[in-house]
């Protein structure tokens, strides 16, 4: 699949309103650096010199790796140092432009000006709201809470009032789930909620089945819990139900873990016939089902979840970190039972004392005000549209994704390493996530993990996506010319 098809760096090619197009070919070899810094360099001395004036539009990457016979990544880093310096600024839709020294130290002065620095894609939260009206429109709810700061500010009930238990059981229908409410816990964020749940069915020394690649927190738990985690294999949608049959007679597992819808890292969702073959497994052998559910509301038209198809033996997890913004630190919490809620609520009143009233009440209030919902819309289309643009950059053989995710999963190409890829991005001020952090149990698999919801734009998006296609169509032994 062609590289560089979508985004700026095809459109610079045009005169700007700001400044001509640039033409600039230094002369690196004078500098006797490497060569991503001896372009920051040329730039510096341009600019003092005169040759290149504020307001001069750059080449773009592509253009200037051709006529210096470099590597796209390099001119990217070279970019992004003369960045650091205040020397360029990037504009959407139009280009790369000479800045003016006099401001170089006030960033974004420029109409239109964006940053053009590192993009982290290794913090897996959803996209940002940034259109106006719905910015507005959740700051408005927020500012609306200080009336009633000083009961906020209180030590509250555990498990959330009758209204703020109303909004999340409104939440649940909107996944299909009906739960009598005394079988909700509203808890301070899906960890607490996970870790209250394994201690409460496994003892230290007991056994807990998991995906082999699976979220990281799990294994963080278990292992606090003194619990041993047992991996489960997997194909390209989660599970073997056979293989956790086999475990279940091999091992004995007290419950096992699932992050069954989006799966994070591999994006992987549970068809529902494999889903309810794990549910019959589970009852034959009496093994409790953990559905960590965090993707829940931005799949428009997921799959049946355990807590709907066998209520009887699943602990349910919805957190909304996820959906609604990565600070909110809130999860919904539904037990198999009203007598197991019991026992979990005291675990965690004991652990956590209660979930922020402040954060409760802003949850509450967008759901019954139909902020969240407008939240999850707006998340679920900019997600769509950050992952078209990784389909149109990324070759296609390399990664998994989701339409509706966003994250993606990238298996690396033959001859290149897991750490030397997560290197690479480093050196070209790229974050990823390798495997390592995924892995439950044998030899990790040559992957990475990016976070397309990171990066606060979709030219940041595409900036960051061009210069990893760029290393996936190449070799390890080109990439350690970048440098």
């Known amino acids: 699949m062609g590289v560089g098809r979508m985004g700026s760096t095809e459109r610079d090619e045009r005169p700007g309103p700001s400044g001509s197009t640039g033409h600039w070919t230094p002369d690196l070899k004078r500098w006797g650096k490497p060569h991503y810094l001896a372009i920051a360099e040329a730039l510096a001395e341009d600019i003092r010199t005169g040759r290149l004036t504020p307001g001069t539009r750059l080449p773009t990457q592509r253009a200037l790796a051709d006529a210096l016979d470099l590597n796209f990544t390099t001119v990217s880093r070279g970019y992004v140092e003369a960045h650091k310096r205040g020397l360029i600024e990037g504009r959407v839709g139009q280009g790369t432009f ?51 700061l000083a009961n906020l500010l209180r030590y509250q009930g555990f498990g959330g009032s009758d209204a703020d238990k109303e909004a999340a059981l409104r939440w649940l229908r909107g996944r299909g789930i009906g739960t009598a409410r005394e079988r ?40 606090h819990l003194g619990l041993r985690l047992v991996d489960l294999p997997m194909d390209r949608y989660g599970v073997d139900p056979d ?63 355990f807590a709907e198809l066998a209520p009887e033996i ?51 209030r967008w759901i019954m005000d139909g902020t969240a919902e407008a939240i999850v819309q707006f998340v679920r289309e900019e997600s769509a549209a950050r992952q078209r643009i990784a389909a149109s950059l990324l070759p296609a053989s390399t990664y998994t994704a989701d339409p509706h ?79």
């Open 184 to 223: 909700l816990l509203i808890c301070p964020g899906t960890h607490s909620a996970l870790f209250s749940v394994l201690g409460q069915v496994a003892r230290p020394g007991d056994t807990i089945c998991a995906e082999r690649i699976t979220y990281p927190g799990i294994r963080s738990l278990s292992a």
């Open 243 to 305: 293989a956790f049959a086999a475990a279940c007679t091999k091992v004995a597992p007290k419950a096992i873990y699932l992050n069954p819808l989006l799966q994070n890292p591999t994006t992987a969702t549970l068809p529902r016939s494999r889903r309810e073959a794990i549910i019959a497994v589970a009852r034959r052998y009496a093994v409790a089902i953990i559905e960590d559910d965090a993707y829940a509301r931005i799949c428009p038209a997921p799959p049946p979840s």
């Open 405 to 483: 995710g966003f994250h993606v999963w990238i298996t690396l190409p033959a001859g290149w390493t897991r750490s030397a890829f997560a290197s690479q991005g480093r050196s070209a001020a790229l974050g990823v996530v390798s495997s390592d952090a995924f892995c439950v149990a044998g030899t990790p698999p040559e992957a990475v993990r990016l976070c397309l919801g990171g990066p606060s734009t979709r030219q940041q998006i595409t900036r960051g996506l061009e210069m990893l296609a760029h290393a996936l169509e190449g070799s390890p032994a080109l990439a350690s010319n970048y440098i």
């Open 98 to 148: 000479v800045v003016d020294p006099a401001r170089s130290g006030r960033p974004g002065a420029a109409a239109g000006a964006t940053r053009i620095g590192p993009v982290d894609f290794t913090m897996n939260l959803p996209p940002e709201p940034d259109t106006s009206a719905l910015q507005a429109r959740m700051q408005a709810s927020f500012a609306d809470l200080s009336s009633d």
């Open 314 to 364: 699943t602990y349910y997890v919805a957190g909304v970190a996820k959906c609604l913004g990565a600070g909110l630190r809130l999860a919904f919490l539904v037990t198999p039972s009203a007598r197991t809620t019991l026992p979990l609520a005291g675990a965690l009143r004991a652990a956590t004392v209660m979930a922020s009233p402040i954060a409760t009440a802003l949850t509450t």
